[in-house]
């Protein structure tokens, strides 16, 4: 069982700049950052494989950074040059998967989000 736990998320002016942090239990892991509108699909953000390798989506790319902190188990989500349609509910999953996916069905656990808010 790999728990995870968000904080981080809050109200931001387009343009501006949020760190999500994700606490996971377990090690060994993949992580990966995912996020959610009411009526829509969740959708894949980012991913940090145990190895250290990274996949983005198209629409974070140059804009968002991923890391994680082995010491804290802890990833980090760093979002700069946020824009109004990043509003989400931000949740971070681990999976077993070895190389980089931001398929949501390799996700076996996730967290409860956080909310993630940019004003025009």
């Known amino acids: 069982q790999v728990h995870l736990v968000e904080s981080g998320g809050g109200s931001v002016q387009a343009g501006g700049s949020l760190r999500l942090s994700c606490e996971v239990s377990g090690d060994g892991i993949g992580v990966g950052w995912f996020r959610q509108v009411p009526g829509k699909e969740r959708e894949g953000v980012v991913c940090?494989?145990?190895?250290?390798?990274?996949m983005f989506a198209d629409f974070v790319k140059d804009r968002f950074t991923i890391s994680k902190d082995n010491a804290k188990n802890t990833v980090y989500l760093q979002m700069n040059s946020l824009k109004p349609e990043d509003t989400a509910m931000y949740y971070c999953a681990a999976t077993y998967v070895v190389a980089p996916t931001l398929h949501r069905k390799y996700y076996v656990y996730w967290g409860r989000g956080t909310q993630v808010t940019v004003t025009s």
């Open positions: 940090i494989t145990p190895l250290g390798a990274t």
